[in-house]
């Protein structure tokens, strides 16, 4: 059974960094892409970060270009989520997901976690 459990969300001031982590079980994660997607209350979840499984190649929103960085260990099934210089507006839950491809489009990924909250107090 496929599963993904995140973990490291927290409430944080702004400005502060936070790691999120998600282990994954029952899969060969260096075989699928993974990604990060977020949702606040009334609007759709997007895509935050994206790493293939082939090339190593990214995806990024541009609203956290230069602050987020999303990475894998293989070895350990674990992918991550670094954010540096949180803003109010990174404040929602938090998702991972693995896929067959790298994509900003969440239809594509069919492996979710239950998500991980993240405040960013003013």
């Known amino acids: 059974q496929v599963q993904l459990v995140e973990s490291g969300g927290d409430l944080v001031q702004t400005g502060d960094s936070l790691r999120l982590s998600c282990a994954a079980s029952?899969?060969?994660?260096?075989?699928?892409?993974v990604g990060w997607f977020r949702q606040v209350p009334g609007k759709a979840r997007e895509g935050v970060a994206c790493?293939?499984?082939?090339?190593?190649?990214?995806y990024y929103a541009h609203s956290v270009k230069g602050r987020f960085t999303i990475s894998r260990d293989n070895a350990k099934s674990m992918v991550y989520l670094q954010m540096n210089n949180l803003k109010s507006d990174d404040t929602a839950v938090y998702y991972c997901?693995?896929?067959?491809?790298?994509?900003?489009?969440?239809?594509?990924?069919?492996?979710w976690g239950q998500g991980t909250q993240v405040t960013v107090s003013r």
């Open positions: 997901a693995a896929g067959p491809t790298i994509s900003r489009n969440r239809a594509v990924y069919p492996t």
């Open positions: 029952g899969v060969e994660i260096e075989r699928y892409a």
């Open positions: 790493l293939s499984s082939m090339d190593g190649s990214t």
